[in-house]
C-alpha cells in the first residue's frame, strides 16, 4: 500500500482485512513509535560500517534472494537509486534524475525478468566485497 494507514481503511478498494483484525492503527503506530531492535553493546569498537544495524537484515534478503530463484545467463550488473528525502550520511545527490536525492544500490539482476539476485547498498566509504 502507498501509506501505511491504508492497510486500515475499510473502503472497498483498499481494504485489507488482516491488519484490523489484531489491532488498531493507533496502537499500531504507537507500538512502531518506540519500537527498536538493536544491541549497540554487541558492536565493536572500531566499526566502519554505517549499515550495521540493518546489515543482518539485508545478508538475510540477499541470501533469500539467491536461493529463491536460479537466474538465467542474462546477468546484468546495475546500480539503482531508490528516492530518500531525509537525514542520512550517505544520500546521493543526482540533478538528472526524476527523484534526485537517494541511497544508491548496487544489484545483481537477471536481464530477462528483472530480477534482482544479489544487492549492496552504496555508502561512500570503503569497498564491501560480495559474498558469492
Not at 78 to 89: C, F, V
Request: glycine content about 6%; aromatic content about 18%; some cysteine.
Amino acid at each position: 500500500m502507498p501509506t501505511m494507514r491504508m492497510y486500515w481503511q475499510t473502503n472497498q478498494m483498499w481494504h485489507c482485512r488482516f491488519f484490523n483484525l489484531f489491532m488498531s492503527s493507533a496502537r499500531f503506530q504507537h507500538i512502531s513509535k518506540f519500537f527498536h531492535m538493536y544491541n549497540k553493546k554487541g558492536v565493536p569498537v572500531n566499526n566502519s560500517d554505517r549499515l550495521i544495524k540493518v546489515r543482518p537484515l539485508m545478508d538475510y534478503f540477499s541470501e533469500k534472494f539467491a536461493s529463491v530463484y536460479i537466474p538465467k545467463k542474462e546477468l546484468s550488473l546495475d546500480e539503482g537509486t531508490m528516492a530518500w528525502r531525509g537525514r542520512l550520511s550517505f544520500k546521493v545527490y543526482n540533478p538528472n534524475k526524476p527523484d534526485k536525492y537517494g541511497v544508491k544500490l548496487y544489484m545483481l539482476a537477471e536481464g530477462t525478468s528483472g530480477y534482482i539476485y544479489k544487492f549492496d547498498v552504496y555508502c561512500g566509504i570503503g569497498k564491501r566485497q560480495w559474498k558469492p
